[in-house]
RNA sequence: GCGGGUGUGUUGAAAUUGGUAGACAAGCUAGACUUAGGAUCUAGUGCCUACGGCGUAUGGGUUCGAGUCCCUUCACCCGCACCA
């Protein structure tokens, strides 16, 4: 029997499911390990075959540490909730729920050629009421907390109530949007509704006015990460700022801890290095300025990271969507000032961002009064100060900061510089060098000294306090949209109240129409009688990242109704040791995974502060197109070779009709009835296409198909293949040149087993090159797998069944454990084999092979020298020489050199391979 | 502009982490067998002015020894971007 994969992979994939290999059971006797792939979004266009290359490698670790004697969690499910179902049910009518659904089987099918390992027991979808039952209670708990920001943890939001039932706002220590100020008798007279109100400022989960991201298209408001070059990411609509009340979560509550646990974890410095920027962590300094505008005086706080430039302050300016701005507006100024903020309020997003270069502003009329020097200095008002940041006013230093120096170019401010010698002619000084002058007490202090000095100064003379600032902000929680979780919250009177926890799951209702009402309102408010108990229920959905933010631990206890997941559940499985998925998650999911995470730990639901220990990110796989040159004006089509005699119009070509970039000309004909006629102009005999790195999409004909893969090849080559293509984080085009090697190599490693329809293993005793093979491919294997460097082991399996076919090697000694050490990457073709080896239970829990090193001797003629285990020179050698004699010679050779190696002792060492390595102890 | 990363044959890529650069595959060339194929096997394949010399984007440095470490320049990729 030759290799038959289509049969093999039929029967053991039937077998797999039917006796529930993978059903993962918690197990105290074992360690427990868990391997979480990120769960697809189900589109309707199915997987590609990018999309498994993070599975595969997930489920080959999964495969390894079970041999390796591990529990292994590998689940899978649906992030099921989202936009893509929703317009497309606005366009079709069609329910999400049904094209979900549809798209849920599509992916099954397809992962289920492939030959994963998941427990599929464990599976569920984020739009499962069961599943989403847990969502709401997260938010119900968060709505219910604040965060003590001198525990640092979140608590309760009842003892935030009964602190200011006895001391009113006095040292709370919350997390708020605004500081409010209040006494205890204030808070006690207050009506339900007023307190109901001051405490949204303190929620993790609350409602707020801010500005927001909204996409009129879509017809919702985005998240931060949502949005990308001022357009939304799903769709690409354009996305303007508004002033809208939502839900929010208080996850810059979070911020300082997200950023200092981030060390402990086993990510990749460029992803840590994202969410660092994310964060924005900024220590620096609030000063306050006293303002006169007009008749009236304000104090104002700015905030600023250099308060050692404060004698270089020359003017102010204030954000133009800033309550300051028309506050301080003096009414000589008014006009103008209202025309350049209505001009602001006119520009999305994309043109702001567009526009970064160009300088705008108004003089507001108003002046500010340095605190330190007592100068008069104008302040102005300009889009390029922020209101979302610091305090939304600066203090503008033109010598030292580049935005500060543009705007005084082009409004005739003056520029004063503050560090001897620096020249700001030209532009400004912004490097934290050099020593101080016209700064009064700073005069001669090198810079760095200088900011501390300052600060220190700000703060002694209560003219300001340190501060650090985030440029984290508040995740916006709600959408105007129908397909996502409803908000356990309705209205009395206008104030959110939360629903019992009796009341989850809070189901969608059913609607025949899935677009906004004619009014604006999300399509919930078409829902008849969406109320709970005569109270209007909140007609927002929460976004897609609710739903995917706790998944990892609902795999722990699926279907649990009771709780997210028990006690026992998450104390054995603890957090997820391995997550492997892709790159953009890296400011969305992946940061409100966290903040979710550690919510839950603070409340004791979770004990594991962070959900992921380490995270590797799998490259994207690009599409590889291939193009035929069609002379212009003809039917006549010109190989790569030669097109440049001819005048050419480049035509995209589906690659399923090429073959290592040779046209197969027949199929060319019979592709497209256009095409039918078609001439050729060949070189060498041979149609030979252009090609480029695409993305993969069906327009450029470039779609590769995992399903079509596993049809002509196998789903073994195909895992293979993905691994064998390179290093799993790097980026790189699909290319089904190569494919065959690695199909040829299972086809060899079969013929290790099998000669036509006999079996031709035997028993007899392995010889000790035969050991050395097997003993080196274990150690490689061990090694790169921990490296997650599959392309090599890959490699080194080639050559190990090389050589043992070399050496006609068809031995059970040998054999079975290289079964083993196969299943991981190619499971089918191991479990057949190890069944023919007379095994009837699975390879999946057969345990790897130790690694011995002794087999390794082999001497050879060239020699490397290492002194201190380190350093190393290599040295030809006769190859009678003993490792006395080696020794004797590299000593003397060694005192010939500077390095002098003389009175050292050498200490031979024989390694695997070719060398042999002469330590100097 | 800031931050992170990458640069090795015709192609995908290896390199025991400072020690024979190009393993393993793909492609190509020649040959064998053949039921002529997208099967199998064998040999060759970095470059040159070839018994030698040169080669890991560029120029320099450290070292007995550099693809690997340090500095310069260039190119490409990714992320952030008026964050004070």
């Not at 501390?452 to 501060?467: F, P």
């Amino acid at each position: 029997m030759e290799y038959n994969f289509r049969e093999i992979e039929k029967k053991w994939q039937a077998w797999w499911a039917q006796n529930k290999v993978f059903k993962t059971v918690e197990d105290a006797g074992k360690p427990k390990y868990y391997v979480l792939d990120m769960f697809p979004y189900p589109s309707g266009a199915g997987l590609h075959v990018g999309h498994p290359l993070g599975y595969i490698a997930s489920d080959i670790v999964s495969r390894y540490k079970r041999l390796k004697g591990f529990n292994v969690l590998h689940p899978m499910g649906y992030d099921a909730f989202g936009l893509p179902a929703e317009q497309y049910a606005i366009q079709t009518g069609q329910h999400p729920e049904v094209t979900t659904t549809q798209n849920v089987a599509r992916y099954r099918s397809q992962l289920d050629k492939i030959g994963f390992s998941y427990d599929w027991d464990r599976e569920f979808r984020t739009c499962d009421p069961d599943y989403y039952k847990w969502t709401q209670w997260a938010f119900l708990k968060m709505f219910d907390s604040y965060y003590c920001t001198s525990c640092r943890k979140a608590k309760p939001i009842s003892e935030l109530v009964a602190h200011f039932q006895k001391n009113g706002s006095v040292n709370c220590n919350a997390a708020c949007s605004e500081d409010l100020v209040f006494t205890a008798e204030e808070w006690n007279s207050w009506s339900d509704a007023a307190k109901s109100k001051a405490l949204m400022n303190y929620r993790i989960a609350y409602q707020g006015e801010t500005s927001v991201n909204w996409c009129p298209k879509l017809g919702t408001v985005l998240a931060n990460d949502e949005v990308k070059d001022g357009l939304s990411v799903r769709g690409g609509f354009p996305v303007e700022q508004k002033k809208m009340t939502q839900w929010q979560l208080r996850v810059s509550a979070y911020a300082e801890r997200l950023l200092d646990s981030l060390d402990s974890l086993d990510w990749t410095d460029s992803l840590k290095e994202m969410q660092r920027n994310w964060i924005g962590r900024s220590a620096g300094t609030e000063v306050v300025f006293k303002v006169i505008a007009g008749d009236k005086e304000k104090d104002i706080t700015i905030f600023t990271t250099r308060v050692d430039t404060i004698f270089g302050v020359t003017f102010m300016v204030l954000a133009p969507e800033s309550d300051l701005a028309t506050e301080l507006t003096t009414p000589d100024h008014k006009a103008e000032v209202e025309e350049y903020i209505a001009y602001v309020k006119k520009k999305t997003e994309r043109e702001r961002i567009a526009e970064t270069k160009s300088v705008t502003g108004v003089f507001s009329g108003a002046y500010g009064i340095n605190p330190l020097t007592g100068e008069k200095v104008p302040v102005w008002i300009s889009e390029y100060v922020l209101a979302g940041y610091g305090t939304g006013a600066i203090m503008a230093v033109p010598a030292h900061d580049s935005r500060d120096y543009a705007f005084a170019k082009k409004f005739n401010l003056p520029i004063v510089p503050i560090i001897e010698g620096c020249d700001v002619s030209e532009q400004s000084f912004d490097a934290k060098e050099g020593k101080m002058c016209n700064s009064g007490f700073l005069n001669g202090m090198d810079v760095k000294e200088a900011i501390e000095a300052a600060k220190d100064y700000v703060e002694s003379k209560g003219l300001g306090r340190r501060k650090v600032n985030y440029r984290l902000r508040d995740a916006i929680f709600s959408r105007q949209r129908y397909w996502g979780e409803p908000f356990p919250i309705c209205f009395n009177n206008g104030v959110a109240e939360p629903l019992p926890m009796s009341a989850l799951p809070l189901q969608l209702p059913e609607i025949s129409e899935f677009k906004p009402t004619e009014d604006g309102q999300p399509p919930l408010a078409r829902a008849k009688d969406w109320t709970w108990e005569g109270k209007p229920l909140e007609t927002s959905t929460m976004p897609g990242f609710a739903g995917s933010s706790a998944y990892y631990l609902r795999y722990m206890d699926p279907h649990n109704d009771n709780a997210l997941v028990s006690r026992e559940a998450v104390e054995y499985w603890r957090n997820v040791d391995l997550y492997i998925g892709g790159t953009e998650h890296a400011t969305g999911h992946l940061i409100y995974s966290r903040f979710w995470n550690k919510f839950l730990f603070d409340l004791g639901y979770v004990c594991e502060d962070e959900p992921f220990k380490k995270l590797v990110n799998q490259g994207m796989i690009q599409g590889r197109s291939n193009f035929v040159y069609r002379v212009v004006g003809t039917n006549k089509f010109v190989s790569l070779g030669l097109k440049d005699n001819y005048q050419t119009q480049e035509i995209h070509v589906d690659i399923n009709i090429v073959r290592n970039d040779k046209l197969d000309l027949d199929a060319f004909r019979a592709w497209r009835p256009e095409f039918k006629d078609a001439e050729f102009i060949l070189e060498n005999g041979e149609y030979i296409c252009g090609w480029a790195v695409e993305k993969m999409s069906k327009s450029m004909y470039n779609v590769v198909n995992p399903d079509d893969i596993c049809e002509n090849y196998g789903a073994d080559t195909l895992r293979l293949y993905e691994m064998f293509l390179g290093p799993l984080e790097q980026s790189k085009p699909w290319d089904t040149k190569g494919i065959d090697g690695v199909h040829r190599f299972l086809r060899k490693f079969w013929r290790l087993f099998h000669d036509g329809d006999n079996m031709i293993v035997t028993d007899e005793k392995a010889t000790p090159e035969e050991l050395k093979v097997l003993h080196k491919l274990i150690g490689k294997e061990e090694e790169d797998i921990n490296n997650f460097s599959f392309n090599t082991t890959i490699s080194a399996f080639m050559i190990a069944v090389n050589d043992l076919s070399d050496l006609g090697c068809h031995k059970k000694e040998i054999l079975e454990p290289m079964a083993i050490m196969l299943s991981p990457f190619a499971p089918h073709i191991a479990e057949q084999l190890w069944h023919d080896l007379g095994h009837e239970d699975t390879v999946t829990f057969a345990p790897f092979p130790k690694f011995v090193k002794e087999y390794t001797v082999e001497n050879n003629a060239t020699y490397a020298v290492s002194f201190n285990g380190k350093t190393r020179f290599t040295v030809d050698l006769p190859k009678t020489m003993s490792p006395a004699e080696v020794e004797a010679h590299v000593r003397a050779l060694s005192q010939t050199e500077k390095y002098v190696a003389g009175q050292q002792i050498f200490k031979v060492i024989v390694v695997p391979g070719k060398i042999v390595n002469i330590v100097v102890k």
